[in-house]
């Protein structure tokens, strides 16, 4: 205000004044009562719904960054297996879950995959018939560039397969290939929940009916993938057991780790290295692999030298036996 109009306004009567005051106050509270839209959308967006709680890297509750990051002011949360609950109302979410696994809104998909955590762990035989087209959508989360999406896609593949177990096999394929991909990623809060569902896959599905699926990835191109893959192979193979090591080929195993053991990465190296020492192990201890032997053979023909040499190449057997000689040796030395 100009010091013209200060001395216009201070000239005025006293009654004058007092309305001038009161216009100013009523066109103050006609202004505040004006709508704030950005106020209300601020509102909409904090009040959107929480799909589960958050877990930090090292298992600790996360500030909300990490989701609020991508989600862009929506909060995505995480749920643990153990936290969740069964459903009041199973068939009504059993009407929609499909067509909320294909919503174009993520925030919905999200809250429709930990519905079918709580109905694979809960609920299992509820959804198995159309347990076949709830994978199909599962995969097009994981997929989904939105890193949120996709971990609770992941953490939803970990229950499948602890509640369905082998029920799951014949729709493991693009299942299993999303996963190691996504195990393969430089984004680590993914990596590692694709890593615990891997870990659940080889817990959950008997070894006899995964060991073929993962066989075509020990030799991927991405040796990321290739590492994962063995991993996954080198855990399965002691649930096996002696007869199922028998069924499957104990030389067809040695065969694979030994071409493992020339990998780029050291992950498939070590669990070639592992799984090639179980199966020495397995070789050692149990009669049926060994060779029945006369009076004039020699003790050498029923040993794991002789063996690993009559069913490699000469470069892998020297290979194989250098890596199980040298450990054994390191075992002797410790004891």
Excluded at 119 to 142: D, P, Q, R, W, Y
Excluded at 151 to 171: E, G, V
Aim: charge should be negative.
């Amino acid at each position: 205000m100009s010091q013209k109009a200060l001395r216009d306004l201070n000239a005025l009567p006293g009654s004058e004044r007092k309305i001038e005051s009161a216009n100013k106050g009523n066109l103050m509270k006609h202004i505040s009562e004006i709508p704030n839209e950005n106020t209300e959308e601020c509102c909409r967006q904090n009040n959107a719904p929480l799909v589960s709680v958050p877990a930090s890297e090292n298992g600790a509750a996360k500030s909300g960054n990490e989701a609020g990051n991508e989600a862009g002011n929506v909060e995505i949360e995480y749920i643990d297996s153990e936290d969740l609950n069964g459903l009041e109302d199973v068939d009504m979410t059993l009407k929609t879950i499909l067509t909320g696994l294909d919503s174009k809104d993520w925030v919905l998909v999200c809250e429709t995959l930990n519905n079918v955590r709580r109905l694979s762990l809960f609920h299992k035989e509820a959804m198995l018939e159309m347990v076949g087209n709830v994978i199909t959508l599962l995969v097009k989360s994981l997929k989904n560039p939105r890193s949120a999406l996709c971990k609770t896609a992941i953490m939803t593949s970990a229950d499948m397969f602890h509640a369905y177990n082998d029920q799951l096999i014949d729709f493991l394929d693009p299942l299993l290939v999303q996963l190691l991909l996504k195990a393969s990623q430089d984004k680590k809060f993914v990596c590692e929940a694709a890593e615990r569902a891997l870990i659940s896959m080889t817990t959950w599905v008997s070894p006899s009916l995964l060991l073929p699926k993962l066989q075509p990835y020990l030799k991927h191109r991405n040796p990321r993938v290739r590492a994962k893959a063995s991993m996954c192979f080198s855990r399965s193979v002691p649930r096996l057991g002696i007869e199922g090591i028998k069924a499957y080929g104990i030389d067809n195993l040695i065969q694979t780790a030994a071409s493992q053991l020339s990998d780029q990465l050291p992950e498939s190296r070590e669990a070639a290295r592992t799984l090639l020492l179980e199966l020495q192990s397995v070789y050692e201890r149990s009669p049926e692999f060994t060779p029945s032997t006369t009076v004039s053979d020699s003790p050498e023909a029923s040993s794991w030298e002789h063996f690993c040499q009559s069913k490699l190449s000469p470069i892998n057997a020297q290979a194989v036996l250098r890596v199980t000689n040298i450990t054994r040796e390191a075992l002797v030395i410790g004891s």
